[in-house]
């Protein structure tokens, strides 16, 4: 069974603060990842893609990609209110383009 | 800046009723999804689609299920005899390509069934 794990919090920082929000997946075979902000009743909005081990900054934002681990994060740097969300993790195991979406981490940035 | 459309954004079905979910891709994209999402739960993949029929679907799309892209730029979602079961928000999504490529969702459909 194909994986993505994701506290699913919430994880509260304050503004300005940086928030490290984590992933973890279990198909060996993934290549992409991805991350998507989901508001409450909204739809999946993209982040930040990610298909190299390293890191990849945008703006506030800085995917982290580990294959050896199995391991993805996204840091929000200076975070904001407007940031609160639902972070949502996903693997793309294959070349059909399907992803596999973790549980999502709730993040609130508290005035 | 281009965006995947959906309509209707909430329908409301009878149990055992036929409905048909609607979705414009973005126009240079070839590669069509659609997924769900019950309330509170993870977003579920349920069927991708390339040049004109499945690429791939998950154990969910049983045969209440089919997609079809009837014109140029539709991509739609049948569900038929519907259950309770299926009250969800149902999302299309579409990319340029499969695999490493970047997905955008549409606004999603709200479906419940009574």
């Known amino acids: 069974q194909k994986e993505v794990e994701q506290n699913s919090g919430p994880l509260s920082v304050p503004e300005g603060a940086i928030a490290s929000l984590n992933c973890t997946y279990s198909d060996r075979v993934s290549q992409s990842f991805f991350w998507y902000r989901q508001y409450s009743g909204k739809s999946p909005e993209l982040i930040m893609s990610i298909y190299s081990n390293g890191d990849k900054e945008d703006g506030r934002f800085t995917a982290q990609l580990n294959k050896a681990s199995q391991y993805v994060s996204l840091l929000i740097r200076d975070s904001q209110p407007s940031d609160s969300a639902t972070y949502l993790c996903?693997?793309?195991?294959?070349?059909?383009?399907?992803?596999?979406f973790g549980q999502g981490t709730t993040l609130q940035v508290k005035p | 800046e281009p965006e995947v459309t959906q309509t209707p954004s909430h329908q409301v079905t009878q149990m055992g009723q036929e409905v048909i979910l609607r979705c414009v891709p973005i126009s240079n994209h070839l590669y069509f999804y659609w997924y769900r999402q019950i309330l509170g739960q993870k977003v579920e993949f349920l069927v991708s689609?390339?040049?004109?029929?499945?690429?791939?679907k998950s154990e969910i799309f049983d045969d209440q299920f089919s997609v079809e892209r009837p014109d140029g730029s539709n991509f739609t979602l049948k569900i038929r005899s519907t259950k309770l079961e299926d009250s969800a928000m149902y999302f299309c999504?579409?990319?340029?390509?499969?695999?490493?490529?970047?997905?955008?969702f549409g606004q999603g459909t709200r479906l419940t069934v009574v």
């Open positions: 996903a693997a793309s195991p294959s070349n059909t383009g399907k992803l596999i």
């Open positions: 999504a579409s990319s340029e390509s499969g695999g490493i490529t970047e997905a955008f």
């Open positions: 689609f390339y040049n004109n029929e499945i690429s791939e």
